[in-house]
């Protein structure tokens, strides 16, 4: 059963066509999801976690329908936004404890121990660097042991140290049987973490590569090369 289904999926605003058709089949590993500005990522991943509709087509998470289930999917996905909400004036140890019981079921020291966080956990989170923020939004989103994980534009603003981490966290998340989709515009990350890049421009995939096939040209060459491709076939942008 494959992680992620998109079957052609379409999203509009009135006249503006954000996603066009999109056809995409995830069936694990660490996935990058690139593209420039307006693109149409955050779009797909807000349909993937079941907070947009598709206008046209079908989207699936570990084989179940986002729209015709969407509590089963939401149970089957973690996720980190780009700006996540943390309540302050708990520890990290507390809030993962209010989320597993939220969720129903959580093992929140394994949790703390994956992400890194044990040292510091009983500190409140008011307290925390960017980047142990970060950490702590991804506990949350592993707790439950999700099978998919999305991550949206999650290593925004990391200092060298805490990026690291925070990638090593997420390598250990796929190799326990995790997928994760990583949405980013920063290619250089995506090249350094992930297994298999989709690159998309003007809502439609331009792009889907394994990443150890890319090459010395590099994931940025690659791109900049598809998306003026795509502007001289003349897409549509609207």
Request: charged share 25%; with cysteine.
């Amino acid at each position: 059963m494959s992680a992620i289904v998109f079957e052609g999926v379409t999203k509009s605003y009135g006249h503006v066509r954000a996603v066009r058709g999109i056809d995409l089949r995830i069936d694990g590993g660490f996935v990058g999801l690139i593209g420039h500005n307006g693109a149409g990522k955050s779009t797909c991943l807000k349909m993937l976690m079941g907070l947009l509709r598709p206008t046209e087509g079908r989207i699936l998470v570990a084989g179940i329908d986002v729209v015709a289930d969407p509590e089963g999917a939401r149970n089957a996905i973690g996720a980190v936004p780009e700006e996540p909400a943390l309540y302050e004036y708990l520890s990290a140890r507390e809030f993962l404890r209010f989320v597993a019981e939220v969720r129903g079921r959580g093992d929140v020291e394994a949790a703390l121990a994956l992400t890194g966080l044990g040292a510091d956990a009983d500190r409140l989170i008011r307290e925390y660097s960017q980047g142990m923020r970060r950490k702590t939004a991804l506990a949350a989103a592993v707790l439950a042991e999700p099978q998919v994980l999305v991550l949206d534009e999650a290593l925004n603003g990391l200092d060298p140290p805490s990026a690291a981490s925070v990638k090593q966290a997420l390598r250990d998340i796929v190799d326990r049987g995790t997928t994760v989709l990583l949405s980013t515009h920063v290619v250089e990350t995506v090249q350094a973490v992930a297994d298999r890049v989709v690159m998309l421009a003007h809502g439609e995939i331009v792009a889907d590569e394994q990443v150890a096939d890319i090459g010395d040209a590099g994931l940025e060459r690659l791109f900049l090369e598809k998306l003026e491709q795509h502007r001289d076939e003349g897409r549509p942008t609207g």
